[in-house]
């Protein structure tokens, strides 16, 4: 059985012998004598001789931390260190004597434990001073103490421990102590005999039964035995109280005061009593029993007196509700399901006899289905039927909660019953909620180590809405239960508990804003206490290191669900706990420093000028006339931005500011007017500057940022300076430099542009399909229109992408998958277009620098795509998987789903392919050019295929500079983003792609216009044109180069000289 989730501590003593020819060294006041062997055999450590060398003796004590190791390794460790043979030789002159486990120091359900092993115990100074859990035995030791010691010191020998002082009071004589506990066996599938022979046994004991010198067993009996029929009855001399037989409705007669037998298992973990204990009924008030039906459990409860001597309670209870009980009962836990389903028919004041067939065979069918389904099924039971169709409210107790068995036990009722009253799902397969009807509030019950539910409402269209989580880690609820009664003596143990709780499942806390919430009110409970005990340094490091798991980049999602609800103020209220803690700092001066989190306590010159410089980031200068006081406290956080929303006092609900610097947190002991903050701006393309504070009041306490006191004194270099006239927590607010109508205007001319740019590229598309067979004879004219065919579709497919990105990112709660999808597609379409112009670039380079060399048209087609579409796979993949684990793939700062620029640089991946392709095409272009000048066009290309590849030089000659400029232009927008009229021209740029591709690479494409207008040369000869004018029609206008294009009619439309573009 593996150890629970809590930090054990061994303490092992080692005692070290030390062989020593040297006489300087220094003796340990622990010395004895020993010979030392000289012909290498062992000698026993315990085995006294005069020699000349002298043998020195250590004791050192070593503290294992063995969080998470099983229990079962724990204890063989025990074992072998037991079975050790002794010395251990370590060195020539070194040997280990004995090692003895002293201290084992836990954390259980009960609290925390520090407990010594055999042989060894707390002195009594320990025992009073960190409360024993147990007895001190003959004044002077006990074995478990209920706090970490704060000295460190662990477990002495008991032989070496000394007696406590005399008290100065005459002692009074031991006190016997009687507690009735309760124990509850599970006793399922138990023969009946080997439960008699039990009982017997039991009855057979002779009493009392001694535990330890100060536990006795003074008695056990047999009180309660529950039944497969859910009956649970009494043993002899016991019985069910009036109250319970009339609850749970009794299965034998009712006496003045009880009943021997009733008709299910009480919640609660309620057992008979002893007869004299019971008192009369009252005016009886019966309520409906519960439905008697088949259980596959029988239990038994045992009732034991013991007699125990007294000892001292923990400082932090583990339960909300303290018991008197020395054990706890073992009681298996009841859930009541309180569940609904709907009949589409019309609703009948007489459906709700419970005489009536039909409420007898719904009745009849739940308790059948969910049997059937559940494993841990105790009752079901019908409740009512009500009208709106008709809804019918349904109850199930069960022992085991599970949401699969509950989703196809509702599966089972509309395969049942949906027939015949017309009952079936509306949402379905949902990830979650699983299958739904219309309106019905789902309910999902959390994982085995969570506490809550959670909840979402089906709606008419088949989809769940109102979801909510309310699920809490079981470890952080029982941490709340036990902040809520926590006082000062417990706050050390209890902070470092949460600390490694927060610490070893932070993934899962900053997943989810239930326990996140929870956390908060913890920290807050934490709060309450410190106004009554002094926080030291180790108390404020635990709890900063909590409240940072917080503050983490991952919770940053948690938040935004938080702080969406108006009616909660957890963000506000987790900054009002730090505040209030560094309120009751101790006297002492101390730098506490935390992965995202820095305080500095220290001390205030009155004569000079005070300078504050936090990390480079905030700079506080307080001059001399302000510094009326000793001591200032500055706490300076990395990454609140993710908890603090960005509204201010002049709007709740402001999407448009960005807290842009870091929030610094400054107490002193008096007051101050005069303070200039210096804040580093976090993000450089924003503007607008805002000097605030955190106004805990704003919004009838919900908290928001106000500027009130505070001014802004400059901007520059990137450095804003605030001039404020008291202390609390600042910030920067800052926002998009371009002002909102102007951003509208920029959508406005994006979005149309895009439009236009995607209904030119379906027309390209259309056009190649119609013209293809006319147009694609040879090799070159077949590469260049797949070339200008893909780069049309990886263009239109990027811009579909482009406003499925700008949906996502409009949403008021931005889906970050989605959003990191949709950047995915774009950049991938985006590269894909930029390579396949590239894959033009080359195949002109190729068909004009090798013109005899022929490459067979598959091969052509694998090299093509996968330089044009492998590639651009390659970066993008490359560019996610580095990028996303640290979430920093897309921009965050604006809400654009895009690459990120401010914090990886990932948008690089994009750039510095593109731009390369730009300049590698307009080398090539310049390259075909000069060969063209100089030696003609005839001389540099196969007759058949010149038209094709001036083609191909006029869409790289125009779109290569025009794509690049674009592109260019989107890179100006990141590194100047405050340049309206670079926004301007970028988004003209950008929707104009698709009209260029369609006007350049097709539409002046003279072969083309003749196939779509049944114009084409046809001749029966192969015939010459000699005219210069003709020659440039098909070409660029700047290639004035005599030539002769070659036309061809051949029965086979594909053949390899058919003239073609």
């Not at 870091?662 to 200039?676: E, H, P, S, W």
């Not at 605030?722 to 927590?729: A, D, E, I, Y």
Request: charge should be negative; proline fraction near 4%.
């Amino acid at each position: 059985m593996a150890s629970p989730k809590t930090v054990w501590y061994l303490s092992v003593l080692l005692v070290f012998c030390s062989s020593l020819e040297k006489q300087d060294c220094l003796e340990t006041p622990n010395v004895t004598s020993e010979e030392s062997p000289t012909d290498g055999s062992q000698v026993p450590s315990r085995e006294k001789r005069e020699v000349t060398a002298t043998i020195y003796e250590k004791v050192g004590e070593v503290e294992f931390d063995v969080y998470n190791i099983p229990l079962e390794i724990i204890h063989d460790l025990k074992s072998y260190v037991k079975s050790l043979t002794y010395p251990i030789l370590i060195s020539s002159v070194l040997n280990v004597t004995d090692i003895n486990i002293t201290t084992e120091c836990s954390s259980d359900p009960s609290g925390f434990r520090c407990r010594c092993e055999d042989q060894y115990s707390w002195s009594c100074d320990q025992c009073s001073s960190n409360v024993s859990c147990d007895e001190i035995v003959d004044g002077k030791t006990c074995g478990c103490l209920n706090n970490y010691p704060s000295d460190g010191k662990f477990c002495q020998p008991i032989t070496n421990l000394t007696a406590c002082p005399s008290p100065t009071t005459t002692a009074e004589p031991s006190t016997t102590y009687g507690e009735i506990i309760e124990i509850e066996l599970d006793m399922t599938d138990i023969s009946a005999t080997l439960i008699d022979v039990l009982r017997a046994s039991v009855s057979g004991l002779t009493y009392p039964v001694l535990i330890s010198n100060v536990l006795n067993v003074t008695d056990v009996n047999f009180t309660t035995a529950c039944y497969p029929n859910s009956t649970c009855r009494c043993e002899d001399q016991y019985g069910w109280s009036c109250d319970q037989c009339l609850s749970y409705g009794s299965c034998d007669n009712i006496t003045d005061d009880s009943c021997g037998c009733i008709k299910a298992i009480p919640s609660y973990g309620q057992f008979c009593q002893p007869i004299t204990n019971l008192t009369a009924c009252t005016t009886p008030s019966p309520t409906p029993a519960f439905p008697v039906e088949e259980e596959t459990t029988k239990k038994y409860t045992e009732s034991s007196t013991t007699t125990t001597t007294p000892s001292s309670t923990t400082s932090i209870p583990t339960t909300k509700q303290s018991t008197a009980s020395s054990a706890t009962p073992t009681t298996t836990s009841e859930n009541t399901l309180n569940l609904q389903f709907t009949m589409d028919i019309t609703f009948e004041s007489n459906f709700n006899d419970a005489n009536s067939a039909m409420f007898k065979d719904i009745d009849q069918a739940i308790v059948d289905i969910y049997k059937r389904n559940m494993r841990g099924f105790i009752s079901a039971k019908l409740n009512s039927l009500k009208s709106g169709s008709v809804i019918a409210d349904f109850t199930v107790i069960t022992t085991i909660v599970d949401n699969v068995e509950i989703a196809k036990a509702k599966a089972d009722i509309v395969s049942t019953l949906g027939e015949k009253y017309k009952i079936k799902f509306i949402c379905l397969n949902d990830a979650i909620f699983g299958n739904g009807q219309v309106n019905e509030k789902v309910v999902v019950y959390c994982k085995p180590d969570e506490v809550g539910q959670k909840t979402a409402i089906c709606q008419g269209n088949g989809s769940f809405t109102n979801r909510v989580d309310n699920c809490v880690l079981t470890e952080i609820d029982k941490l709340f239960s036990l902040s809520q009664a926590l006082v000062g003596t417990g706050l050390p143990g209890f902070l470092e508990r949460l600390r490694n709780s927060t610490f070893n499942l932070l993934g899962r806390i900053v997943a989810s804003p239930a326990t996140i919430s929870t956390v908060v009110n913890i920290l807050k409970n934490v709060a309450n206490v410190s106004r009554s005990t002094p926080i030291n340094k180790p108390l404020m490091t635990n709890f900063l290191e909590t409240a940072g798991v917080l503050t983490s980049n991952g919770a940053k999602a948690s938040w935004d669900v938080l702080n969406t609800n108006l009616t909660k103020n957890e963000s506000s209220a987790f900054l009002g706990t730090i505040e209030t803690l560094s309120n009751f700092l101790t006297d002492d001066f101390f730098d506490i420093e935390t992965p995202s989190i820095f305080l500095n306590k220290t001390t205030v010159n009155n004569s000079i000028n005070n300078l504050f410089n936090l990390n480079s980031s905030v700079l506080i200068d307080i001059p001399a006339s302000e510094a009326s006081f000793n001591s200032i406290t500055i706490i300076t956080f990395d990454s609140l931005d993710n908890v603090l929303p960005a509204r201010n006092s002049s709007s709740l609900n402001n999407s448009v500011n960005t807290i842009n610097g870091k929030v610094v947190l400054v107490k002193v002991n008096g007051t101050i007017k005069n303070v200039t903050f210096s804040f580093g701006v976090l993000n450089k393309t924003l503007a607008n500057p805002q000097c605030v504070f955190w106004n805990f009041n704003l919004f009838d306490g919900l908290g928001g940022w106000d500027d009130k006191g505070c001014e802004l004194q400059s901007e520059k270099n990137g450095t804003v300076t605030c001039h404020c006239n008291h202390l609390t927590s600042f910030s920067i607010l800052m926002s998009p430099s371009i002002p909102a109508v102007l951003r509208v205007a920029l959508e406005f001319i994006t979005y149309i542009g895009v439009g236009i740019s995607m209904g030119c590229l379906v027309v390209c598309l259309i056009i190649e399909m119609l013209v293809w067979n006319a147009v694609t004879g040879n090799n070159t004219s077949y590469m260049r229109h797949v070339s200008i065919v893909n780069i049309a579709v990886s263009l239109l497919i990027a811009d579909i992408w482009f406003i499925i990105g700008a949906a996502i990112s409009d949403n008021e709660k931005k889906d970050l998958p989605a959003c990191s999808t949709a950047t995915f597609f774009i950049h991938f379409f985006y590269l894909a277009l930029f390579f396949w112009m590239l894959v033009s670039g080359l195949l002109l380079l190729y068909r004009t620098v090798m013109v005899f060399s022929h490459t067979s048209k598959p091969a052509m087609l694998a090299i093509s795509f996968s330089l044009g579409y492998g590639a651009p796979l390659i970066i993008a993949v490359i560019t996610i998987a580095v990028t996303a684990p640290g979430k920093q793939y897309i921009r965050d700062n604006d809400g654009v789903c895009w690459l990120n620029w401010t914090e990886s640089k990932a948008l690089l991946a994009f750039v510095i392919p593109a731009l390369t392709i730009v300049v590698i095409n307009l080398l090539i272009l310049i390259v075909v050019l000069f060969k063209m000048l100089r030696r003609g066009v005839r001389d540099v290309t196969q007759p058949d295929e010149k038209n094709a590849l001036v083609v191909i030089a006029r869409c790289l000659a125009i779109l290569t500079p025009f794509f690049g400029t674009t592109w260019g232009l989107g890179v100006g927008t990141m590194t100047t983003p405050n340049n309206l009229g670079i926004h301007i021209v970028f988004a003209i740029f950008n929707s104009l792609q698709g009209l260029f591709i369609l006007v350049f690479g097709t539409l002046l494409d003279k072969k083309i216009r003749e196939a779509l207008t049944g114009r084409s040369q046809v001749s029966s000869n192969r015939t010459r044109s000699t005219s210069a004018a003709t020659s440039s029609s098909s070409g660029l206008g700047f290639f004035r180069i005599r030539r002769r294009n070659v036309f061809n009619v051949s029965a086979a439309p594909t053949s390899s000289t058919t003239g073609a573009s």
